[in-house]
Protein backbone atom coordinates (compact mmCIF):
# COMPACT_ATOMS: atom_id res chain seq x y z
CA UNK A 1 0.00 0.00 0.00
CA UNK A 2 1.31 3.50 -1.26
CA UNK A 3 1.79 5.92 2.19
CA UNK A 4 1.23 9.37 2.09
CA UNK A 5 3.18 11.81 4.25
CA UNK A 6 1.06 13.81 6.60
CA UNK A 7 2.87 17.17 6.18
CA UNK A 8 3.95 19.36 9.27
CA UNK A 9 4.62 23.20 8.90
CA UNK A 10 8.64 21.99 8.94
CA UNK A 11 8.39 19.33 6.23
CA UNK A 12 5.52 20.49 3.95
CA UNK A 13 6.32 21.73 0.24
CA UNK A 14 6.90 25.69 -0.04
CA UNK A 15 3.64 26.56 -1.75
CA UNK A 16 1.72 24.79 0.83
CA UNK A 17 3.40 26.54 4.05
CA UNK A 18 1.47 29.88 3.61
CA UNK A 19 -1.80 27.65 3.00
CA UNK A 20 -1.03 25.99 6.80
CA UNK A 21 -0.59 29.14 7.85
CA UNK A 22 -4.00 30.17 7.39
CA UNK A 23 -5.53 27.02 7.68
CA UNK A 24 -4.32 26.96 11.19
CA UNK A 25 -5.08 30.97 11.65
CA UNK A 26 -8.77 29.59 10.80
CA UNK A 27 -8.94 26.24 13.25
CA UNK A 28 -6.33 26.79 15.59
CA UNK A 29 -4.27 23.59 14.19
CA UNK A 30 -3.38 21.92 10.77
CA UNK A 31 -6.39 19.14 10.43
CA UNK A 32 -5.24 15.73 8.94
CA UNK A 33 -7.03 16.14 5.86
CA UNK A 34 -4.96 19.49 4.89
CA UNK A 35 -1.60 17.93 6.41
CA UNK A 36 -2.11 14.91 3.48
CA UNK A 37 -3.46 17.36 0.74
CA UNK A 38 -0.31 19.65 1.29
CA UNK A 39 1.28 16.70 -1.11
CA UNK A 40 -0.68 18.86 -3.52
CA UNK A 41 -0.05 21.87 -2.86
CA UNK A 42 -2.24 23.20 -5.73
CA UNK A 43 -5.10 20.01 -4.53
CA UNK A 44 -4.33 22.41 -0.87
CA UNK A 45 -5.30 25.75 -2.58
CA UNK A 46 -8.02 24.32 -4.28
CA UNK A 47 -9.69 22.75 -1.52
CA UNK A 48 -9.11 25.72 0.55
CA UNK A 49 -10.14 27.90 -2.55
CA UNK A 50 -13.47 26.00 -2.63
CA UNK A 51 -13.97 25.72 1.16
CA UNK A 52 -14.00 29.64 1.46
CA UNK A 53 -16.30 30.09 -1.67
CA UNK A 54 -18.82 27.91 -0.32
CA UNK A 55 -18.89 29.65 3.06
CA UNK A 56 -20.23 32.79 0.70
CA UNK A 57 -22.97 31.22 -0.40
CA UNK A 58 -26.36 32.54 -0.08
CA UNK A 59 -27.40 28.99 1.54
CA UNK A 60 -27.25 28.93 5.45
CA UNK A 61 -24.56 27.30 7.52
CA UNK A 62 -26.63 24.86 8.44
CA UNK A 63 -27.63 24.48 4.84
CA UNK A 64 -24.04 24.39 3.96
CA UNK A 65 -23.69 21.28 6.45
CA UNK A 66 -26.47 19.40 4.99
CA UNK A 67 -24.40 19.89 1.39
CA UNK A 68 -21.85 18.85 2.99
CA UNK A 69 -22.58 15.44 5.65
CA UNK A 70 -25.26 14.60 2.43
CA UNK A 71 -21.79 14.44 -0.08
CA UNK A 72 -19.98 12.82 3.09
CA UNK A 73 -22.69 9.85 3.59
CA UNK A 74 -23.24 9.17 -0.29
CA UNK A 75 -19.33 9.44 -0.67
CA UNK A 76 -18.82 6.92 2.26
CA UNK A 77 -16.01 9.37 3.92
CA UNK A 78 -15.36 8.24 7.61
CA UNK A 79 -13.17 11.60 7.98
CA UNK A 80 -15.27 14.11 6.57
CA UNK A 81 -18.57 12.40 8.62
CA UNK A 82 -16.65 12.87 11.66
CA UNK A 83 -15.40 16.23 11.30
CA UNK A 84 -18.67 17.47 9.81
CA UNK A 85 -20.49 16.14 12.15
CA UNK A 86 -18.68 18.34 14.80
CA UNK A 87 -18.88 21.36 12.99
CA UNK A 88 -22.95 21.18 12.57
CA UNK A 89 -22.95 20.08 16.81
CA UNK A 90 -20.94 23.64 17.25
CA UNK A 91 -23.43 25.21 14.69
CA UNK A 92 -26.11 23.82 17.02
CA UNK A 93 -27.87 22.27 13.88
CA UNK A 94 -30.44 20.19 15.56
CA UNK A 95 -29.20 16.65 16.51
CA UNK A 96 -32.53 14.59 15.14
CA UNK A 97 -31.22 16.40 12.01
CA UNK A 98 -27.71 15.43 12.59
CA UNK A 99 -28.72 11.89 13.07
CA UNK A 100 -30.66 11.52 10.13
CA UNK A 101 -27.64 12.67 7.62
CA UNK A 102 -25.30 10.24 9.56
CA UNK A 103 -28.21 7.68 8.78
CA UNK A 104 -28.81 8.55 5.57
CA UNK A 105 -32.34 8.96 6.20
CA UNK A 106 -35.36 11.83 5.83
CA UNK A 107 -34.61 14.62 7.80
CA UNK A 108 -37.34 15.99 10.42
CA UNK A 109 -37.05 19.83 8.49
CA UNK A 110 -39.12 20.10 5.40
CA UNK A 111 -36.74 22.73 3.86
CA UNK A 112 -33.70 20.62 4.89
CA UNK A 113 -35.32 17.52 3.11
CA UNK A 114 -35.77 19.11 0.12
CA UNK A 115 -31.99 20.13 0.32
CA UNK A 116 -30.90 16.64 0.98
CA UNK A 117 -33.06 14.85 -1.48
CA UNK A 118 -31.44 17.25 -4.03
CA UNK A 119 -28.07 16.97 -2.63
CA UNK A 120 -28.26 13.53 -2.77
CA UNK A 121 -29.15 13.12 -6.40
CA UNK A 122 -26.23 15.60 -8.10
CA UNK A 123 -24.39 13.40 -6.09
CA UNK A 124 -25.17 9.76 -6.97
CA UNK A 125 -26.23 10.78 -10.38
CA UNK A 126 -22.58 12.28 -11.12
CA UNK A 127 -25.02 15.51 -12.01
CA UNK A 128 -27.41 14.42 -13.69
CA UNK A 129 -30.12 15.58 -12.55
CA UNK A 130 -33.81 15.09 -13.84
CA UNK A 131 -35.56 18.32 -14.64
CA UNK A 132 -38.32 17.20 -12.64
CA UNK A 133 -36.20 16.69 -9.46
CA UNK A 134 -34.80 20.26 -10.50
CA UNK A 135 -38.09 21.72 -10.50
CA UNK A 136 -39.06 20.24 -7.25
CA UNK A 137 -36.24 21.59 -5.24
CA UNK A 138 -37.38 24.79 -6.63
CA UNK A 139 -40.67 24.78 -6.02
CA UNK A 140 -39.56 24.16 -1.94
CA UNK A 141 -38.36 27.61 -2.08
CA UNK A 142 -34.86 27.31 -3.06
CA UNK A 143 -33.44 29.03 -6.48
CA UNK A 144 -31.41 28.40 -9.72
CA UNK A 145 -28.53 29.92 -7.76
CA UNK A 146 -28.85 27.52 -4.79
CA UNK A 147 -28.94 24.40 -7.47
CA UNK A 148 -25.25 25.84 -8.51
CA UNK A 149 -24.09 26.33 -4.96
CA UNK A 150 -24.88 22.57 -4.17
CA UNK A 151 -22.59 21.73 -6.80
CA UNK A 152 -20.33 23.89 -5.50
CA UNK A 153 -20.50 22.51 -2.15
CA UNK A 154 -20.45 18.54 -3.53
CA UNK A 155 -17.09 19.48 -5.95
CA UNK A 156 -15.61 20.59 -2.22
CA UNK A 157 -16.74 17.98 -0.95
CA UNK A 158 -14.81 15.24 -3.62
CA UNK A 159 -12.12 16.39 -3.24
CA UNK A 160 -11.85 15.82 0.37
CA UNK A 161 -13.68 12.85 0.63
CA UNK A 162 -11.41 11.18 -2.57
CA UNK A 163 -8.49 12.39 -0.93
CA UNK A 164 -9.52 10.47 2.49
CA UNK A 165 -10.56 7.24 0.59
CA UNK A 166 -6.82 7.58 -0.84
CA UNK A 167 -4.84 8.38 1.99
CA UNK A 168 -6.76 7.16 4.69
CA UNK A 169 -6.80 10.34 6.66
CA UNK A 170 -7.15 9.60 10.62
CA UNK A 171 -9.27 11.46 12.38
CA UNK A 172 -8.37 14.16 14.52
CA UNK A 173 -8.84 14.73 18.16
CA UNK A 174 -11.59 17.18 17.75
CA UNK A 175 -13.56 14.34 16.28
CA UNK A 176 -13.76 12.51 19.03
CA UNK A 177 -17.10 10.58 19.79
CA UNK A 178 -18.38 11.64 16.06
CA UNK A 179 -16.72 8.49 14.64
CA UNK A 180 -18.58 7.01 12.01
CA UNK A 181 -19.36 4.10 9.27
CA UNK A 182 -21.52 4.19 6.65
CA UNK A 183 -24.68 1.82 7.62
CA UNK A 184 -24.88 -1.52 5.56
CA UNK A 185 -28.94 -0.14 4.94
CA UNK A 186 -29.60 3.61 3.92
Not at 6 to 13: C, N, R
Not at 118 to 144: E, I, K, P
Request: hydrophobic share 45%; net charge negative; aromatic share 10%.
Amino acid sequence: MTQFTSHTLDTAPEAAKPIFEGVKAAFGFVPNLQSYMAESPELLAGYTALWDLFSKTTLSVHEQQVVYLTANFENACHYCMAGHTTLARMQKMGEDVIAALRAGSELPDARLEALHRFATLVVRNRGWVADTDVDAFLASGFTRRNVLEVVLGVATKVMSNYTNHITHTPLDAFMKGNEWSKPAVA
